[in-house]
């Protein structure tokens, strides 16, 4: 069988991370694979060497989106590919948009909550989505978002979790609390700076460093020195380790105002660190409130440094909640998710 996921780059980005995951395991599978990144033309995670990668922007010359839509059209016929899974909205409008007529069926995957949408943003989803043959989300929580006749052809389908959490090794743990997102507005790194800035002479010990790159660097970078916390708080940009990074610290903490499944908080999970997290989207899948971690509320400062301060002050605490975090990895796998999707491909395929 031919698949072709289509996304807007390989980037170091969560939705990435899972196209480039399920592409090499549904490769080992025997199915043959092609990723086509529309928008850049970065590649930053490991792919098997028969999956082709296509970079839209080497082929086609214009920024018109009229004439990437014939590309993108023309390409995936010529293709002859069986299926075509599209990554996050604008890239599954443009997906949708491209095949019509075509009868090549389209999954389309949504990657974020639709409830953080612009209004231009939902309004091409409901323009497009009732065309797509079926739809991936990661959370009931979005699920219910749809409408009930959108419900019934959505499957709920988590993300899979790189197999390196499952190998980890017990070591001695530094009192460090991680962060592992792209630096970007809506991850709200700020309010974890400030929680954290407010605990800091209590604790000067810990630490706190968060992972990623962005556009919001430079203002964070500014909020940090603001605070004089710049030997405290460290921003080391992005990370190929980031499962020895997880397992090196303490605690996992993260800020957004809206998430759709946060893969690196899932990582923290399969590592077995206590979480604190801001209530969005997923996160009630991945923490049950006084038993693995603390949801607080979305841009809730206070109560994320209070959240904080119960893990930094009670060891005992911290391994408990870190254990109960471990023995929900068994449903992150990604033999159990690629097995999810390669129904979902055949029962699409086969209506």
């Known amino acids: 069988m031919k698949i072709t996921f289509i996304t807007a780059s390989l980037g170091s980005g969560g939705s990435e991370r899972v196209v480039s995951l399920l592409s090499n395991s549904l490769s080992q599978r025997g199915h043959q694979l092609e990723i086509i990144c529309l928008k850049y033309n970065d590649v930053f995670y490991s792919l098997a060497e028969n999956i082709k990668i296509t970079l839209a922007k080497k082929e086609v010359l214009s920024s018109n989106p009229i004439a990437e839509i014939r590309w993108l059209r023309k390409h995936i016929k010529k293709s002859e590919t069986n299926i075509v899974i599209a990554f996050t909205e604008g890239v599954y409008c443009m997906t949708i948009c491209s095949l019509l007529g075509t009868n090549i069926p389209v999954i389309s995957s949504e990657r974020n909550d639709p409830s953080s949408f612009s209004i231009p943003r939902k309004i091409l989803r409901k323009i497009f989505l009732p065309i797509t043959d079926w739809l991936v989300v990661q959370t009931q929580r979005i699920k219910e978002t749809l409408s009930k006749r959108m419900q019934k052809k959505t499957s709920i389908i988590v993300n899979p979790v790189n197999e390196d959490v499952f190998n980890v090794k017990d070591i001695e743990r530094s009192n460090q609390i991680i962060s592992v997102a792209r630096l970007y507005p809506q991850k709200n790194q700020s309010m974890l700076i400030h929680a954290f800035s407010m605990l800091s ?4 010990d810990w630490n706190l460093v968060i ?6 660097r430079e203002d964070l970078e500014d909020e940090i020195k603001s605070l004089k916390m710049s030997e405290r708080i460290k921003l080391p940009g992005r990370s190929k380790d980031v499962i020895d990074r997880l397992n090196e610290s303490k605690i996992f903490c ?3 105002d809206y ?6 908080m899932i990582e923290a999970v399969c590592v077995g660190l206590p979480i604190v997290s801001t209530r969005v989207s997923g996160s009630d899948e991945l923490v049950s409130n006084e038993e693995n971690g603390f949801l607080v509320e979305c841009g809730d400062t206070n109560g994320m440094a209070n959240s904080l301060r119960k893990l930094m002050s009670n060891a005992d605490l911290c391994k408990q909640y870190g254990k109960e975090s471990k ?3 068994e449903n992150f796998k990604t033999d159990i998710i690629v097995s999810q999707w390669e129904t979902l491909i055949k029962e699409v395929l086969n209506h």
Not at 201 to 204: L, R, T, V, Y
Not at 211 to 216: A, F, I, L, R
């Open 259 to 264: 998430e759709g499944m946060s893969n690196s």
């Open 201 to 204: 002479n209590d604790f000067p």
């Open 327 to 329: 023995k929900r990895a």
């Open 254 to 256: 993260m800020s957004s």
């Open 211 to 216: 992972y990623g790159e962005g556009p919001s």
